[in-house]
C-alpha cells in the first residue's frame, strides 16, 4: 500500500483529507521543486506548480529536477513527467507563467493552501496579497546560502510586508548550496500538511530563522 507509512503519523480521515486537497506551488526552482516532490509523495493528490523559467546549468547543483538531459526545458512540465512516474495518482496542473498582479487571482483560485517558492520579494508581497484576498493560507520560504526561513501566514496577516521593507534587495552574493532548499522545503511542507488535516502547531505569528553555518535556529515575532 502507497501510503502505509503515512498511517502512525496521519490518520486514514487525515489521509483522505490530503487525497481530496488543493495546493497551489508558486515557484519550481529549488524550494518548489522539494515541494512539490514532498506533497505528491504523502498524497496530496491535486497540485498546481506555476513557474515561467527552463532549466539552465546553474541549477545543476540544487534543483532536484535539473539533469544535463533536460536543459532548456519548462520546469513545471519537467516536475509534472517526474510526478508521474513517482505517483501517477496526482492530478498535476503545470503552468508555464510568471505571477503577477494581473493573473495571481486566477492563478490562486479554488486552491487550499499556496506555497511561497518565489525567488523575489515583490513577487512575494503580490502572493501575499492575492491569496489573502481569496483567503486562501499562504506558507512562506525563503533561502540565501546558510540561511532559510518559514512562515505561515493566514488571511488577514501582513507577514511579508514587515520582513521585505519597500526597496529590499535579494543578497546575490550568498548563492544557494543544494541542503538549505531541502530543509525549508520540509518545514513549509510541514505547515501544509498541518493546514490541510487541522492539526499541529503553526510557524505564526513569527518567522523561524535557520542558520546552518552558526547552528542557530530562532522564532522572529512578526506583527
Not at 135 to 162: C, E, F, N, R, Y
Request: hydrophobic share 45%.
Amino acid at each position: 500500500m502507497r501510503y502505509a507509512r503515512n498511517m502512525k503519523a496521519l490518520t486514514p480521515e487525515e489521509n483522505q483529507k490530503l487525497k481530496d486537497s488543493r495546493v497551489c506551488i508558486a515557484g519550481c526552482g529549488a524550494l518548489g521543486e522539494y515541494v512539490f516532490e514532498m506533497l505528491g509523495r504523502i498524497g496530496v493528490a491535486n497540485l498546481t506548480i506555476i513557474d515561467f523559467d527552463t532549466f539552465n546549468t546553474s541549477n545543476l547543483n540544487r534543483q532536484i529536477y535539473a539533469t544535463v538531459e533536460n536543459l532548456g526545458c519548462s520546469k513545471v512540465e519537467e516536475a509534472k513527467k517526474r510526478m508521474a512516474q513517482v505517483n501517477p495518482d496526482i492530478k498535476v496542473n503545470a503552468i508555464q507563467s510568471r505571477i503577477s498582479s494581473d493573473n495571481a487571482l486566477s492563478l490562486l483560485r479554488g486552491h487550499q493552501v499556496v506555497v511561497d517558492a518565489l525567488d523575489n520579494p515583490a513577487s512575494k508581497i503580490i502572493l501575499q496579497e492575492k491569496a489573502a484576498e481569496l483567503q486562501i493560507p499562504l506558507v512562506h520560504g525563503a533561502i540565501s546560502g546558510w540561511l532559510g526561513q518559514v512562515a505561515t501566514i493566514l488571511p488577514g496577516d501582513t507577514a511579508l510586508k514587515a520582513i521585505y521593507p519597500p526597496g529590499i534587495e535579494v543578497n546575490e552574493t550568498a548563492g544557494n548550496p543544494s541542503f538549505t532548499p531541502a530543509l525549508v522545503a520540509a518545514i513549509q511542507v510541514s505547515q501544509v500538511i498541518k493546514l490541510l488535516i487541522g492539526r499541529g502547531e503553526l510557524i505564526r505569528p513569527q518567522l523561524l530563522y535557520i542558520d546552518l553555518l552558526g547552528q542557530h535556529i530562532a522564532g522572529i515575532k512578526l506583527p
